[in-house]
C-alpha cells in the first residue's frame, strides 16, 4: 500500500548504549513510499541462521554467497534504481542571515561513482526487546530520508532494515534479560541487531558490482552496528579494504581518538584521504559536555557487563576522546558549515517556504576540540538568540547529548562534499592501478 510520509515527523534517534532520549524532527520528503507489510517478517528472538559459510571467507569477499532474508528487496529502506526515500525530494530553499531567501536544486546521480551502506539509528517504536524488519513510515523511513538522501547525489545507496534494539527497550518500556540492560557487543540484543547488518553486508559485497567501492554511513545505533563491521571484517581483510572508500559515522560511543581502535584503519587527515574514518559528536560551544556525558567519550568494559545503569561509574569505566573529525577542515581549525534541515513545523511558522529542506548560510562553524576527557565537534551559531535560525537550532540542545539529534544535518553539506572527492580519489587511483597491470 501506498504510505505518505506527514507533515510533521518525530524521530527519536538513541544510541544502542545510551539511556538519555533524544528525539529529532523530520519534515515531509514530499514523496510517497509503497511499502508492503508482511506478517512474514523474522521475528526478534534470535540471530538470522544463513546456511553454510564455510566457503565464504573474507578473502573471498563472501564469494556467491545469498542472504535468505536480504534477497527480498522488501526488507531494504533504500536499493539502487528504486523510487524511495533516498531518492526522496531534495530541493531546498537557502535563508541568508538577512533573510533573502533563495532556492536551489539537488544535484542528480546520472552516474555514482560508488555506493553508501547505510545502518540508520534508534527509529523504530516496536515494544520488544529487538526490533522487526518492517519498515514504519515515521521511524525508519523518516529517518533515512533525513539523514542519507542527500548523499545519493552522488552514491547508489544501500540501506538494509535490522532488528535494533528499539526506543521501548532503550528507554526500559519493554523488558530485556537482566545481563543485556546496558547493551554493547557481546550482549544479546547487540548481536541480533549486528547479525543483521553483518548478513546484509555480506549480501551487498557479495551481488553488487564486483570491485565497487563503498562509504558506511551511520548515526547512533548505525554508528555501534558499523563500527563492529569495521573491527570484526573490513579492519581484517585486504580485499575488503581495496574497496572501503571511508566510513561516516556519527553520534557514537564507540571510536576512539588516537588512532588506536583498529589496526589498519584512522581518521581522515585531509579531504582526499580514503580508507579512513570521519567521524564526530555535536555540542554547542559555550556547553560543551557534562561530566556524566555518554557522548563524546568511548566507554568499554566493564560497562557493557553491569546490569543497572545505577551500577555505572566512570571512575571504573575504561573511556577515552572520542574521534573528531571536522568534514570541512579535517584539521583542529575553525570552519563554516553547510547545514541541511528538513521542514518542520517550526520552520514553518518561522520562515515563508515551500521546499522540503533549508539551509542557512554564515549560521554554523564549528571546530574539534579534545579536552583529554572528551572529543567532540564544538558548534557555535554566529546569530542572536532571537534570530529564528538560531532558535531553531538552540530547541533541539541537550545537555547530556549535546546536538545528537541533529549531528549529521549541521554539517550535511559538507559530509557529502567529502563523500565527493573521496569516491572521485578512490575511483582515480582504482583506474590508476587497473591500467598499470596492463
Given at each position: 500500500m501506498r504510505l505518505a510520509?506527514?507533515?510533521?515527523?518525530?524521530?527519536?534517534?538513541?544510541?544502542?548504549?545510551?539511556?538519555?532520549?533524544?528525539?529529532a524532527t523530520a519534515g515531509d520528503s514530499g514523496v510517497s513510499t509503497t511499502v508492503e507489510q508482511t506478517a512474514t517478517a523474522p521475528l526478534?528472538?534470535?540471530?538470522?541462521?544463513?546456511?553454510?559459510?564455510?566457503?565464504?571467507?573474507?578473502d573471498a569477499l563472501?564469494?556467491?554467497?545469498?542472504?535468505?532474508?536480504?534477497?527480498?528487496?522488501?526488507?531494504?529502506?533504500?536499493?539502487?534504481?528504486?523510487?524511495?526515500?533516498?531518492?526522496?525530494?531534495?530541493?531546498?530553499?537557502?535563508?541568508?542571515?538577512?533573510?533573502?531567501?533563495?532556492?536551489?536544486?539537488?544535484?542528480?546521480?546520472s552516474d555514482a561513482l560508488v555506493d553508501c551502506f547505510y545502518v540508520y539509528p534508534t527509529a523504530s517504536h516496536d515494544m520488544a526487546p529487538n526490533s522487526d524488519l518492517i519498515p514504519d513510515p515515521e521511524g525508519e523511513l523518516a529517518t533515512?530520508?533525513?539523514?542519507?538522501?542527500?548523499?545519493?547525489?552522488?552514491?547508489?545507496?544501500?540501506?538494509?532494515?535490522?532488528?535494533?534494539?528499539?526506543?521501548?527497550?532503550?528507554?526500559?518500556?519493554?523488558?530485556?534479560?537482566?545481563d543485556d540492560l546496558i547493551g554493547g557487543p557481546g550482549t544479546t540484543g547487540f548481536e541480533i541487531a549486528y547479525a543483521d547488518v553483518f548478513d546484509a553486508f555480506r549480501h551487498y559485497i557479495s551481488n553488487a558490482a564486483e570491485g565497487r567501492g563503498f562509504i558506511l554511513i551511520g548515526h547512533s545505533q548505525g554508528t555501534a552496528m558499523l563500527t563492529e563491521l569495521l573491527r570484526r571484517e573490513i579492519d581484517q581483510s585486504p580485499l575488503l579494504r581495496d574497496r572501503f572508500v571511508s566510513a561516516h559515522l556519527f553520534g557514537g560511543a564507540h571510536i576512539a581518538a588516537g588512532g588506536n581502535e583498529f589496526e589498519k584503519i584512522s581518521g581522515c587527515a585531509d579531504a582526499t584521504e580514503v580508507g579512513c574514518i570521519i567521524?564526530?559528536?555535536?555540542?554547542?560551544?559555550?556547553?560543551p559536555p557534562v561530566a556524566d556525558s555518554w557522548f563524546g567519550r568511548t566507554w568499554h568494559h566493564p560497562s557493557w557487563s553491569i546490569s543497572s545503569w545505577e551500577d555505572l561509574s566512570w571512575e571504573k569505566v575504561v573511556s577515552a576522546p572520542s574521534l573528531c573529525v571536522n568534514p570541512k577542515t579535517f584539521t583542529s581549525g575553525k570552519a563554516e558549515f553547510t547545514p541541511y534541515f528538513p521542514v518542520s513545523e517550526e520552520i514553518e511558522k518561522a520562515f515563508d517556504v515551500d521546499t522540503f529542506w533549508v539551509t542557512y548560510p554564515g549560521l554554523l562553524f564549528g571546530q574539534c576540540v579534545n579536552d583529554g576527557t572528551f572529543?567532540?565537534?564544538?558548534?557555535?551559531?554566529?546569530?542572536?538568540?532571537?534570530?529564528?535560525?538560531?532558535?531553531?537550532?538552540?530547541?533541539?540542545?541537550?545537555?547530556q547529548s549535546g546536538l545528537h539529534d541533529v549531528d549529521m544535518n549541521i554539517a550535511l553539506g559538507d559530509l557529502v562534499a567529502a563523500a565527493k572527492t573521496q569516491s572521485a580519489n578512490y575511483s582515480s587511483s582504482v583506474s590508476l592501478h587497473t591500467n598499470s597491470k596492463h
Open positions: 510520509l506527514p507533515r510533521l515527523i518525530t524521530v527519536c534517534l538513541f544510541a544502542l548504549t545510551v539511556l538519555v532520549i533524544s528525539c526478534a528472538t534470535a540471530p538470522i541462521t544463513t546456511g553454510p559459510i564455510e566457503t565464504q571467507t573474507r563472501y564469494q556467491n554467497y545469498a542472504s535468505a532474508v536480504y534477497s527480498d528487496p522488501k526488507v531494504w529502506l533504500c536499493l539502487p534504481d528504486v523510487d524511495d526515500v533516498c531518492e526522496g525530494e531534495r530541493t531546498t530553499t537557502v535563508i541568508y542571515p538577512d533573510g533573502r531567501t533563495e532556492v536551489i536544486a539537488a544535484e542528480a546521480n533515512a530520508w533525513n539523514q542519507v538522501s542527500r548523499y545519493s547525489e552522488i552514491c547508489d545507496v544501500y540501506a538494509p532494515m535490522y532488528r535494533q534494539r528499539p526506543m521501548p527497550a532503550v528507554s526500559g518500556l519493554v523488558e530485556v534479560p537482566e567521524a564526530y559528536n555535536t555540542f554547542h560551544d559555550d556547553a572529543g567532540y565537534l564544538s558548534v557555535e551559531i554566529h546569530a542572536g538568540l532571537t534570530d529564528p535560525r538560531a532558535t531553531h537550532i538552540s530547541s533541539r540542545f541537550d545537555s
